[in-house]
Structures are given as structure tokens and as C-alpha cells.
């Protein structure tokens, strides 16, 4: 059985933005894993991209993707309807001043992922953007990032546990995938400069968009794959 | 900070020519366009970054579409002003639309340059509204941003490290476990 892991696009972004994105069929056929795209996503990455010169390479190149299996494409009504609450949900977890004014966290995509994390059984979300994996692994430091921005910020201490709970799933992101990846000979093509491409991986993947620390980075250039 | 404030203090800090004031501006119309989830406040935030690197730029000052800008400008973000104090928002709204619209025709005589401040005042919008705590795809949504590129401005400035939540040591257990 496949191991599916909902895919978001901050993380395709930067896979794809670093000529990363062979990680994907790497994992899936090594590891059998199942990368999961809602139909937003697919849109956000695929469909509009396509139509503007500047970004369509990077739309083709993952639309390859799509068309070989290695992405697949859940797109059903019922996903759109428990995003719609989730999204309900999210966007009233914090607020300005006061509850009567609720601060918009969340988009479509970002919640049709977390819409599928559920009735997939998915072993991980992978998602490179700060929000969708505080609310997962930390909301807590959410909230006090946003009140650290904006000291009126208050929040529904309450909902917002409820909400983690909601989701007792891992978030990943691509630099752990692909240090995954390299850690099982993703980069062993390139022979004896192996560890110097995972490495320069790494920086890559931080300045295309995955917000990893310097520290992390530090840590990862220690790994030896 | 309400709307009506924010066209006071964008037309007093143009008209000052006041660059690090109307660079400061720009920041807060966009942490403000997070807070109302307002459209209007990412146009005021371009208007006052454009306004600031247009300042910096003696060739801009001196080209002749200049004067004739500036007067526009002026003019429209006073009726923007009239007209809120008058409880006319839709027309406030579209008069702010207009002062954008201004910039983006300034590009007809300026060239590329033009472009690239929108641009790059989307961008500095997009990453102050993810710094409030919008998601990746809220802040693009409401800047107008590119989500790749806002993704990659983002991860180039000290806002990542504030994100640190599990370690990788930890994040690449998880891995091994997912995949096992």
C-alpha cells in the first residue's frame, strides 16, 4: 500500500525551482510513496502558470509529473466542502483587537490540503510555508509570532487546540524529503561529489523557498549521506 | 489605523517628498491590508513604496512626465480623501485604484524601471503580511504577488528563523518513519 503524503505547493515550488522534483519519483518508486495533490494546488502550480511565459516551465515540468503518475490529482466535491469549514475554522482562530474582527490565515490550496490528510490516511503533509505547519506542529508559537507583529492580535486558545488535534499528522518539509532522499543514494549518480550536491541541495531549496534556519542548514551540513 | 488616516499620511508624506517616511508607510499599509483583509491598503502599500524609489531617482524627477505625475497623484489621493470624509468608500476605493493605475502608466515613459518597483512593492507587501502570520498562499492572494517569488524573498531574509519548531534530527526521524 502506497504511503500518501498530501503535497502543498510551497514544497513543489521549491522542489521544482531547485531540479529537485525527480526526488518525487525517486521516493515513490524506492519507497512506494503516493504524492497527493488537491485540485487548487494542481491549479495554483499547473494550470495558471502554465499561461504566463515566465512561469511556464516550471508548470510543464511538474504537469510531466501529473501525466506520469508520479503526482496524483484528487479533485471531488466533498474535499472543496471540508475545506470551505476548515478554512472557516482556520480563519477564525486568531483576530485583531477583537473576535468580532478575525484574521484571514488560510487559503484554498493551503486547506484542501489539509482536507485530504484525513480520508487518505496520509502519513505526512508536505508543506514548506510557516502557517499550515505551525498550525500543525505549533499554533502556539503562531500566536505569539502574530502578536509579536501585532500586539492587539488575540486568540481562541481553545479552538485552536481543538484545531491541532484535528490534525495529528506530521509536516515535512523539502529539505527533509530530499535529505530523505539522499540519505537512500538519491545522489549517488554523482559518484564521489555526492555529499557536495546534497549539501549544495540544501542552500538551494532555503533560498527557493523552503524557510529552513541557518542552524538547520548548519545541521544538515553535517549529515553524511 | 483607519483608511482615512492612511490617505492623509500618504499624501502628506508624498508631498514632503518624505522617502523614509512613505518607505515606512508602505510597511505598515501592509501589515494593516493583513488586519481588514483590504485590497485598497496593498494599493496604498504600492503607491507609497513607488512614491519612495521614484524620489530616489534624480533622472525620474527630471523627466518631464514627472510634474504632471506628481499633480495627478496629489489631486487624486486628495478626492480619495473628500470623498471618505464624505462616507463615500466605493469611490474612495476606485480613486486609489486610479493613483495605481497612474504609477503603472508612468512605466509607458519611465520603461522596465516602472515594472519592476510594482513588483518588488508587491513582494515587500506580501512578505510584511507572512510576517503577521498569513499563510504563504494568503499573503500572495492578497499582495498580488507571485507565490514562487514571494516564496524565494521571504526565505532571503531572517524570517525563517524564527519558524524553528522540531530539530532536523528530530524532522529526519519523522522521515524515516513516514517512509518505513
Known amino acids: ?225 | 489605523m483607519d483608511f482615512k488616516q492612511h490617505l492623509i499620511l500618504l499624501r502628506k508624506a508624498f508631498e514632503k517628498s518624505n522617502i523614509p517616511e512613505l518607505k515606512r508607510l508602505s510597511g505598515e499599509f501592509a501589515g494593516d491590508a493583513f488586519i481588514h483583509y483590504r485590497k485598497e491598503n496593498i494599493q496604498m502599500s504600492i503607491i507609497a513604496y513607488a512614491c519612495a524609489k521614484f524620489l530616489e531617482k534624480p533622472y525620474i524627477l527630471a523627466d518631464p512626465a514627472w510634474d504632471s505625475f506628481r499633480k495627478s497623484l496629489l489631486s487624486l489621493l486628495e478626492k480619495a480623501l473628500q470623498d471618505w470624509s464624505s462616507g463615500k468608500q466605493a469611490p474612495a476605493f476606485a480613486k486609489v485604484a486610479k493613483a495605481l493605475s497612474l504609477i503603472e502608466r508612468l512605466g509607458a515613459d519611465l520603461g522596465r524601471f516602472v515594472f519592476g518597483i510594482i513588483e518588488k512593492a508587491k513582494l515587500k507587501a506580501g512578505a510584511e503580511i507572512y510576517a503577521h502570520g498569513a499563510s504563504l498562499g494568503t499573503a500572495a492572494e492578497l499582495s498580488g504577488a507571485e507565490k514562487k517569488e514571494l516564496s524565494s524573498y521571504i526565505a532571503a531574509t531572517r524570517m525563517p528563523e524564527k519558524y524553528v519548531t522540531k530539530s532536523v534530527a528530530q524532522r529526519m526521524q519523522d522521515a524515516k518513519k513516514i517512509f518505513s
Open chain 1, 1 to 225: 500500500m502506497g504511503k500518501t503524503i498530501v503535497c502543498d505547493s510551497s514544497s513543489l515550488i521549491s522542489l521544482a525551482e531547485t531540479c529537485n522534483l525527480g526526488v518525487l519519483s525517486f521516493l515513490q518508486e524506492d519507497f512506494k510513496a503516493d504524492f497527493v495533490i488537491p485540485a487548487t494546488v494542481e491549479n495554483e502550480i499547473v494550470g495558471r502558470p502554465s499561461k504566463v511565459g515566465r512561469f511556464s516551465y516550471t508548470a510543464a515540468r511538474i504537469r510531466h509529473l501529473v501525466n506520469e503518475s508520479v503526482l496524483r490529482v484528487v479533485a471531488n466535491p466533498s474535499v472543496a466542502s471540508e475545506a470551505e469549514k476548515i478554512m472557516a475554522r482556520a480563519n477564525s482562530l486568531f483576530y485583531a483587537e477583537k473576535p468580532d474582527r478575525p484574521l484571514k490565515i488560510l487559503q484554498q490550496g493551503e486547506a484542501e490540503c489539509l482536507a485530504l490528510l484525513a480520508p487518505l490516511q496520509s502519513k505526512a503533509l508536505l508543506v514548506d510555508e510557516k502557517t499550515t505547519r505551525l498550525l500543525l506542529e505549533d499554533p502556539k508559537k503562531l500566536f505569539s509570532l502574530m502578536k509579536a507583529e501585532h500586539p492587539q492580535t488575540g486568540a481562541n486558545e481553545k479552538a485552536m487546540a481543538e484545531f491541532q488535534k484535528q490534525f495529528p499528522f506530521p509536516a515535512m518539509r523539502s529539505t527533509e524529503l530530499t535529505a530523505f532522499a539522499a540519505q537512500n543514494g538519491f545522489f549517488e549518480p554523482y559518484n564521489a561529489d555526492e555529499n557536495e550536491v546534497f549539501h549544495a541541495s540544501i542552500y538551494a531549496l532555503r533560498y527557493a523557498g523552503c524557510g529552513i534556519s541557518q542552524k538547520e542548514i548548519d545541521d544538515y551540513q553535517k549529515m553524511r549521506v
